[in-house]
């Protein structure tokens, strides 16, 4: 079960997976990255719609500002108020104060600061505060408003109006006032209600943190004081911009704020429009709910496809090649994967191995041919040596040990000899046989090496041979050799002179050719050595099998000689027209110093 569990996770179908689960990557980075877009214009659209709402409030508190504006000046204006009859009056203060539910009070003052009459009852004496906007009304001649709010003796926050009541000599006689109640205002006049998203709420602070205005529910926070003072603290800084926090009731929150001009209290006002993170950032979270279910349902599908189809698509051509690989490994060379030829990438890898397999199979049965062949060579020089010791013991022995011994007894001859009448002719037989025997040697010692080799260099070497050796068996010689200018590394030379000369002995030995042309020259950084003769010629494939076989030593000998030295040969020849024999080595020179390997032996 463990052996099942870790290839079902460690092969190469797991990372098949993986490589589908890495595909699916890019558009997974793209739907976050789509999803963080949203919420950013979201974020933006928040803040552009706290800077709608707050014109909206800075509208309406112009319009409520203006109304009242209006209805002090017609106050003021009317034969009731100027009279300064106090029934008068508040007649006409009640017929006004039940027609406009915004106004927590409506009367008049008088100029002393006492109350000529009121739609409620006045508390006296009026506060400092409260008396602000009937000083500025006083000072100014003109419309007035309060500094604060001011909260009513039932709980109501109000803001106080006042506009003086001039007599026919114009001097201002009293002054009349409204007191707007902001709760009322807040519930049923303000249009921001109307304008917020669902779960989010609107609050308008002075500058001490009083709640001026608050949608939903301003009844019960309109004066009192706004719960996120932390909020406070941090916009004190900066005029406007979007805050994240925690709410007092322990939600996590965004806040867009800015600050206001406002004629109802003094300094500006700061305005909040906030909204749950969840709820604002609904639309985008449910986006990026389904863009992610879609992606795992279709990345689902493709894991269920890579799993099926990689066993018929990629599976069976992996096992195939790790079977056949293993089958090679264990020395079976026919191991072939058996696969259809395909064009794609794995068709050419299969085709690939099977080539390979087919390469190293060939290799090995070329590599036993060439042990095979290495085998009978090394036979055949081992025979080729006895041979060749045995025909030099045979020469000494019976060559030049009879002329030597002729030589011995004419010496003793002439030592028992009293009389000197012979002694003329036994020294002239027996100079003339140290000759024979050294003119046998010096033949011998050529055939081994030609001391000119070394001393003269191969060009000179090539040419003595091919004159020597056409002289001896009768035959046109033809010799074309470049001057190389300087001398070969002594191993090239030897190779060289060593492969023209076994295919000079094969002219004379096997070619019945009556002419022979040995050519040496440089080409392409190499030097190139052809023997033609115009003699019978052989069957090329049938004489390399006999070479393979050992009937043939000097096709071999000549083919690992060329081989030794970096270079090759190469064998032309048919019946009755001839053969050449073209071989080529590196040409490499001497390096001043060196001596060659048969001089070293030699001394």
Request: glycine letters at 8%; hydrophobic letters at 40%; a positive charge.
């Amino acid at each position: 079960m463990r052996e099942l569990i870790r290839q079902l996770f460690s092969g190469l179908r797991l990372r098949l997976l993986l490589l589908v689960l890495l595909a699916c990557a890019p558009l997974m980075a793209l739907m976050l990255y789509s999803a963080w877009e949203d919420r950013r214009r979201q974020e933006a659209d928040w803040k552009q719609l706290s800077q709608e709402l707050i014109s909206l409030a800075h509208r309406e508190e112009e319009k409520v500002v203006g109304q009242t504006r209006q209805l002090l000046f017609a106050m003021a204006e009317s034969s009731q108020i100027r009279s300064g009859n106090k029934r008068d009056c508040k007649k006409m203060l009640d017929g006004i104060f039940t027609t406009y539910s915004r106004y927590a009070n409506l009367g008049v003052i008088r100029t002393n600061e006492t109350i000529l009459v009121s739609a409620l009852p006045w508390p006296e004496p009026v506060l400092p505060a409260e008396r602000r906007f009937f000083r500025r009304a006083l000072e100014s001649r003109g419309f007035s408003i309060g500094d604060v709010p001011t909260e009513t003796a039932g709980g109501r926050l109000t803001v106080n109006f006042g506009c003086p009541v001039f007599d026919a000599t114009g001097q201002v006689q009293s002054v009349v006032f409204a007191a707007l109640d902001l709760g009322w205002f807040n519930r049923f006049e303000s249009e921001l209600a109307a304008q917020l998203p669902k779960g989010a709420s609107w609050t308008a602070i002075d500058r001490t943190g009083g709640v001026l205005a608050r949608h939903p529910g301003g009844e019960k926070w309109v004066g009192q004081t706004f719960p996120e003072q932390e909020l406070v603290k941090q916009v004190s800084a900066d005029p406007s911009g979007v805050i994240e926090a925690t709410a007092a009731d322990g939600i996590h929150s965004f806040y867009a704020y800015a600050s206001m001009p406002s004629q109802l209290v003094a300094g500006k006002v700061v305005a909040f429009l906030g909204i749950p993170r969840h709820l604002l950032f609904a639309e985008a979270d449910r986006k990026l709910r389904r863009n992610l279910a879609g992606l795992g349902l279709a990345a689902g599908l493709a894991f269920i496809f890579a799993w099926v189809g990689s066993s018929v698509l990629v599976l069976r051509e992996v096992r195939a090649l790790v079977s056949s690989s293993a089958r090679l490994a264990s020395g079976d060379l026919s191991a072939r994967t058996g696969l259809p030829p395909r064009g794609d990438e794995f068709g050419q890898l299969t085709r690939s191995f099977d080539q390979m397999a087919q390469a190293v199979e060939q290799r090995e049965l070329e590599t036993r041919r060439a042990r095979d062949k290495m085998q009978v060579l090394s036979r055949r020089l081992v025979e080729a040596q006895e041979t060749e010791r045995r025909r030099i013991a045979l020469e000494l022995h019976d060559e030049i040990g009879q002329s030597l011994t002729v030589a011995e007894l004419n010496l003793q001859a002439l030592l028992r000899s009293p009389s000197s009448s012979g002694q003329p002719a036994r020294l002239k037989e027996s100079l003339q046989v140290i000759e024979r025997v050294l003119e046998q040697v010096r033949n011998l010692a050529l055939n081994l090496r030609p001391s000119m080799l070394d001393d003269l260099g191969l060009e000179s070497a090539l040419i003595w041979l091919v004159k020597r050796q056409g002289e001896l068996a009768g035959l046109w010689t033809e010799i074309h050799v470049d001057p190389l200018g300087r001398r070969l590394d002594p191993s090239i030379e030897t190779e060289c002179f060593r492969v023209a000369q076994e295919a000079l002995t094969n002219v004379i030995r096997h070619a019945k050719a009556r002419s022979v042309m040995l050519e040496l020259r440089q080409d392409h950084g190499r030097l190139k050595l052809c023997v033609r003769d115009d003699g019978i010629g052989f069957d090329t494939a049938a004489i390399r099998g006999q070479a393979v076989r050992g009937a043939s030593l000097g096709l071999l000998s000549m083919e690992e000689r060329a081989a030794l030295s970096g270079g090759g040969v190469e064998f032309i020849s048919s019946i009755g027209r001839g053969t050449e024999v073209h071989a080529w080595f590196p040409l490499k020179w001497r390096t001043p110093g060196v001596e060659s390997k048969d001089m070293k032996e030699l001394k």
